[in-house]
């Protein structure tokens, strides 16, 4: 199995155990063979400078790197990681088709800034690829 895909308990606040108020869901869930997201995919033509991007502009930390497979785990804070990985097919950036993570945030002024750096990313991608 791949480091990026071992399964993982998270718990609340990352600990693994379950508090008193959502434990009674969270236990719900342990009846369940899916337990949630651990990780969303999103395909990238290039590593180097996406990484550099999520880590840089969002603050994404990471938490695994493969060369031979060309991906990087990032961790979102958040139970569910983000895995980039590169492609040699080409990727069409298209708001209306394309899939992109939506990411949370406690400061509700934040949410624009966040909307503005997807916006730059797919302008920027169209006019890398336009040159």
């Given at each position: 199995?791949?480091a990026?895909?071992?399964?993982?308990?998270?718990?609340?606040?990352?600990?693994?155990?379950?508090?008193?108020?959502?434990?009674?869901?969270?236990?719900?869930m342990?009846?369940?063979?899916?337990?949630?997201?651990?990780?969303?995919?999103?395909?990238?033509?290039?590593?180097?400078?996406?990484?550099?991007?999520?880590?840089?502009?969002?603050?994404?930390k990471e938490i695994?790197?493969?060369?031979?497979?060309?991906?990087?785990?990032?961790?979102?804070?958040?139970?569910?990681?983000?895995?980039?990985w590169?492609?040699?097919?080409?990727?069409?950036?298209?708001?209306?088709?394309?899939?992109?993570?939506?990411?949370?945030?406690?400061?509700?002024?934040?949410?624009?800034?966040v909307r503005?750096?997807?916006d730059?990313?797919?302008?920027?991608?169209?006019?890398?690829?336009?040159?």
């Amino acid at each position: 199995m791949p480091a990026f895909a071992k399964p993982r308990t998270v718990g609340i606040n990352g600990t693994g155990q379950y508090g008193t108020e959502k434990g009674n869901i969270l236990k719900q869930m342990d009846n369940h063979f899916l337990q949630g997201i651990d990780t969303v995919i999103l395909r990238v033509s290039d590593i180097k400078k996406s990484k550099e991007w999520y880590t840089q502009k969002l603050g994404l930390k990471e938490i695994h790197h493969d060369e031979k497979l060309k991906l990087v785990v990032l961790d979102t804070f958040s139970p569910t990681s983000l895995t980039i990985w590169e492609t040699d097919e080409k990727i069409e950036p298209n708001p209306r088709t394309t899939t992109y993570p939506i990411f949370k945030t406690i400061d509700a002024k934040a949410a624009p800034l966040v909307r503005r750096l997807v916006d730059w990313f797919f302008i920027k991608f169209a006019q890398e690829k336009s040159n």
